[in-house]
Each structure stands twice: as structure tokens, then as C-alpha cells.
């Protein structure tokens, strides 16, 4: 079946450092989306990614579409603390009545 | 406009009893997602619903679970014969065909 996996699985990073967490999947995907889960909280969505090699940029957050349509990479420059959570990006095989699979999650602490 | 509702939010079984989970989507969207969680882990797809009809329960244990999103009313998750290795958050979501997910704040099941 199709798998979507997240690397790394946890990163701790000094406030004001990069970070970047990467995704692939198994299967071409018709588009990705990112969410954010704060500890205790629920997902939330982030930005969806359509087009082959798309950017979308949102303050801080860049996210990146391979050209591939398998791969998809979420970057936040000069992290803060609020950026803590777990980051998972989800992707759909085709569009219309498709279940959306979740990735594997990568985990961010951010210390001051 | 409300967001996705679940209920209750904390449920406490014993082995052997049921658990019967509630989502009441956004409104204007008919269509139900229902993921598992543990702690410190990701999101495991589980059924995927629209109303009145099941679309993709390739997720769902044969057993024991099984989930209905009637014509009226809210989505149900069932669970019979509660077993402790049930015991997690499931988190319901809503959207429309193909769009971004809007989770509810999720159910968290305890089994004694």
C-alpha cells in the first residue's frame, strides 16, 4: 500500500537555527499538503502543493514539491520557540474520492 | 461556523465494554476521515467516509471497529469488546472532496 515516510523522526534545534524535514513517498502523489500538530493539540493544516516543483512560501516556512510528485520538503528558517510540534505531510495518489495517508511526522523541540 | 466536533473527548472502558466515538463535520462537508494515534507516534488512516456510504475502510481492524456516517446525525466510530491495545486518541476530520482536512480536537480512549 502506499507509505509516505519523514525524515528525521525528531530534531532538536537552539532557537534561531534552521530546519528542515523531508518527505517521500512510496507512490506518485496528485498533490501534498503539510499540517502542524502542537503537543496535546490536533493537526492543522498548513499549505497544499499541487504543481510539479512548486514553492510556496509562508513568512518563515518554505515548502517545496519535487518534480517528481514523490517528494516534498517543509524548511523553517531562524526557528522560535511557537515553532514547537510535529510536522507531517499527507498526500492523496489521485484527486476526487481518495483517502489522504499521513507521513511518519517529524517532531521539533526548540530551546531558547 | 462551528468546526469539527467530537465527543466526548475523554472515555474511559473497561476490556470487553464498547466505545462509541462522535464527529459532527464542518458544516457544508461530507466527508469524514477517521485516523488513530499514539502517543509520540503519527497518524494511522483508519476509514474514510462520505454520507451514507463507506469509501475506503482499508485502515479499519476487521474486527471489532466499524464506523457509519448516516444521512443524519454525526459520524460514529464503534468499538467492541475494548481491548487495552485500543487504547489512543482518534481524531476525526471533515472536508470537501479533495480539499485540506479540519481536524476536531479528538477522542482519547483509555481501556482498564
Excluded at chain 1, 517521500?24 to 497544499?48: A, D, E
Excluded at chain 2, 466499524?66 to 491495545?85: D, H, N, T, Y
Aim: charged letters at 20%.
Amino acid at each position: 500500500g502506499q507509505q509516505v515516510m519523514q525524515i528525521p523522526q525528531y530534531q532538536h534545534v537552539q532557537e534561531g537555527e534552521d530546519f528542515t524535514t523531508y518527505c517521500n513517498s512510496s507512490t506518485t502523489l496528485s498533490n501534498i499538503q503539510w499540517y502542524k500538530q502542537r503537543p496535546g493539540g490536533h493537526p492543522v493544516f498548513l499549505i497544499q502543493l499541487v504543481k510539479s516543483g512548486e514553492v510556496k512560501k509562508q513568512k518563515r516556512l518554505t515548502f517545496q514539491f519535487g518534480e517528481a510528485k514523490k517528494n516534498s520538503s517543509l524548511h523553517i528558517t531562524a526557528t522560535q520557540t511557537t515553532d514547537v510540534g510535529t510536522y507531517f505531510c499527507a498526500g492523496r495518489r489521485n484527486t476526487g474520492f481518495q483517502k489522504l495517508v499521513f507521513g511518519t511526522g517529524t517532531r521539533l523541540l526548540v530551546s531558547p | 461556523n462551528a468546526g469539527v466536533m467530537q465527543n466526548p473527548r475523554h472515555l474511559v472502558r473497561r476490556r470487553g465494554q464498547e466505545a462509541r466515538l462522535r464527529c459532527s463535520p464542518m458544516k457544508g462537508h461530507s466527508h469524514v476521515y477517521w485516523y488513530r494515534q499514539l502517543p509520540e507516534e503519527g497518524l494511522k488512516f483508519m476509514v474514510y467516509l462520505q454520507k451514507e456510504n463507506i469509501i475506503d475502510e482499508s485502515g479499519m481492524p476487521k474486527e471489532r471497529f466499524s464506523a457509519e456516517f448516516p444521512k443524519e446525525g454525526p459520524s460514529i466510530l464503534r468499538i467492541q469488546q475494548v481491548v487495552r491495545g485500543d487504547s489512543a486518541a482518534y481524531f476525526c476530520a471533515s472536508s470537501v472532496v479533495g480539499g485540506e482536512l479540519f481536524f476536531g480536537e479528538g477522542s482519547r480512549l483509555t481501556v482498564l
